[in-house]
T-cell receptor
Framework: QKEVEQDPGPLSVPEGAIVSLNCTYS??????FMWYRQYSRKGPELLMYTYSSGNKEDGRFTAQVDKSSKYISLFIRDSQPSDSATYLC????????????FGQGTELSVKP | ETGVTQTPRHLVMGMTNKKSLKCEQH?????MYWYKQSAKKPLELMFV???????ENNSVPSRFSPECPNSSHLFLHLHTLQPEDSALYLC?????????????FGPGTRLLVL
C-alpha cells in the first residue's frame, strides 16, 4: 500500500473551471502538508503549505487539510492554461525525522 | 529560474559507462538531496547530505555513489547502471534537513540507460 495516494490523471478542464486535486494518506505521523507544482522539463516548486486542519487561501489557490480523514486537497479557481502542470502533494513523516513523502502527482491540463 | 542548477540536463549512457551528475545550489543552504522521479511514481529520496555529511541513504544500489565536497555542490556518480535506472534525477537543497524548511529543486537530469 502506498503511503500517499494521488490520482495520476491526466485531468483535463476548460479554462475558468474550478479544479480539485486530492491526496489521501495512511500514517498519522504525517504532518506539514505541501503542494508542489512541476512544469514540464522543470523541477517541482513549492506552491502552498499548511500545518493544521482547515483551509489556507493564496490567490486562486486553496489548500484544505482534514487530518481526521487523512485527506488533503488543492483547489484552483478560475483555472488558466498556465496552470497546466503536474501537481504533487507532499507531507513530512516525523517518525522518519521529517522526511518528505510525495504522492505520484496529478497531471493537469487547462484548455483555452 | 531557481537557485539550484543541475548538469547535464539530459544524459544517455550505456550500461558499462561511468558518468556523473552535478548539482550546485546558490542559496546558502546546508542540506542537499538527490531524488529519483520515474514516470507515474512518487519522488524517491535517494540521499541526504547535511553540512557535507551523508545523513541518509535510502537503500540505494551501490551503482549510485554520491559525493558532497562542500555545502554548495553535490554529485551523483553513476556506473554499470541498468535500464530501469532511466528516470529524472532531481537535486534539492534546504536550509537544514529537519523541521519545516522548504526544499528547493533543480530542473533535473533526464537519464536514459540503454
Amino acid at each position: 500500500q502506498k503511503e500517499v495516494e494521488q490520482d495520476p490523471g491526466p485531468l483535463s478542464v476548460p479554462e475558468g473551471a474550478i479544479v480539485s486535486l486530492n491526496c489521501t494518506y495512511s500514517n498519522s505521523a504525517f504532518q506539514y502538508f505541501m503542494w508542489y507544482r512541476q512544469y514540464s522539463r522543470k523541477g517541482p516548486e513549492l506552491l502552498m503549505y499548511t500545518y493544521s486542519s482547515g483551509n489556507k487561501e493564496d490567490g486562486r489557490f486553496t489548500a484544505q487539510v482534514d487530518k481526521s480523514s487523512k485527506y488533503i486537497s488543492l483547489f484552483i479557481r478560475d483555472s488558466q492554461p498556465s496552470d497546466s502542470a503536474t501537481y504533487l502533494c507532499a507531507m513530512r513523516d516525523y517518525n522518519q525525522g521529517g522526511k518528505l513523502i510525495f504522492g505520484q502527482g496529478t497531471e493537469l491540463s487547462v484548455k483555452p | 529560474e531557481t537557485g539550484v542548477t543541475q548538469t547535464p540536463r539530459h544524459l544517455v549512457m550505456g550500461m558499462t559507462n561511468k558518468k556523473s551528475l552535478k548539482c550546485e545550489q546558490h542559496l546558502g543552504h546546508n542540506a542537499m538531496y538527490w531524488y529519483k522521479q520515474s514516470a507515474k511514481k512518487p519522488l524517491e529520496l535517494m540521499f541526504v547530505y547535511s553540512l557535507e555529511e551523508r545523513v541518509e541513504n535510502n537503500s540505494v544500489p551501490s551503482r549510485f555513489s554520491p559525493e558532497c565536497p562542500n555545502s554548495s555542490h553535490l554529485f551523483l556518480h553513476l556506473h554499470t547502471l541498468q535500464p530501469e535506472d532511466s528516470a529524472l534525477y532531481l537535486c534539492a537543497s534546504s536550509q537544514d534537513q529537519q523541521g519545516r524548511e522548504t526544499q528547493y529543486f533543480g530542473p533535473g537530469t533526464r537519464l536514459l540507460v540503454l
